[in-house]
């Protein structure tokens, strides 16, 4: 299986890119800066911006990761630029491949309507983050505009623990979350890093969830 991992060297995408290799995949590494410092394994690495991609270089992959992430308002549009990039290309293909996004879990419905996100409650997000919550909602919405796109926006849970252990333990939920309003209480919305990774992984193997929004959790946040 041949994939693609843009926003390699992120936390996400450096554990799925080694991840994918011990499953036998191969894999092509992209990011728009190097870093020579951090191992790869036998990925092929391509130095490069995603919005400058072509549709030459994207054919030929199974699958391709999104895992490209924006911490500051000056770099959160990469959140969705990149993204409505790749769709474009994509949606040129007669054998499409398969594209995978790093969602966020402030995109969640709240209510039975689907009216309400969880970004909307400031006890989960303040408003020094809705800079942040605007970019992972628009990619969303770019993906929900392609029918014709084999796509999957994979949100993890909630409490997302870059330092976690790697159990390899996870389930799939939906699109609901059922928050408490006074805030977080750590229930069925925990998973790590390593976990996450490793359900993509699944899921980049796997031609499951096609066009859907899901949610990747591992359980309880430790210590509740």
């Not at 299986?1 to 894999?27: N, P």
């Not at 992209?30 to 870093?35: A, C, E, G, I, Q």
């Not at 999957?152 to 799939?172: I, L």
């Not at 998973?191 to 490793?198: E, H, L, P, Q, T």
Request: glycine share 8%.
């Amino acid at each position: 299986m041949k994939i693609m991992v843009i926003g390699a060297f992120g936390r996400v995408g450096q554990k799925v890119v080694r991840l994918a290799q011990t499953q036998g995949m191969q894999v092509t590494a992209v990011s728009h800066h190097d870093h020579p410092e951090v191992d790869l394994g036998q990925a092929t690495v391509l130095i490069k911006d995603v919005e400058e991609l072509t549709q030459k270089e994207i054919t030929g992959y199974d699958a391709i990761l999104d895992a490209t992430a924006g911490w500051d308002e000056a770099s959160a549009a990469n959140i969705y630029l990149g993204l409505w990039h790749l769709a474009q290309l994509l949606s040129g293909f007669k054998n499409q491949t398969r594209l995978l996004k790093v969602g966020g879990t402030n995109t969640l419905y709240i209510n039975p309507a689907h009216t309400q996100t969880l970004q909307s409650l400031s006890s989960y997000y303040p408003a020094k983050y809705k800079f942040m919550c605007d970019a992972h909602q628009k990619a969303l919405d770019i993906l929900r505009r392609y029918s014709n796109l084999l796509w999957t926006y994979v949100t993890p849970a909630y409490n997302f623990d870059s330092q976690g252990p790697a159990t390899y333990a996870y389930h799939v939920e939906g699109e609901d979350f059922t928050p408490n309003l006074t805030g977080d209480d750590g229930k069925d919305d925990y998973i790590s890093y390593a976990d996450y990774a490793y359900g993509i992984v699944d899921l980049l193997a796997n031609h499951r969830f096609i066009r859907q929004r899901i949610t990747l959790v591992h359980g309880d946040k430790p210590g509740q």
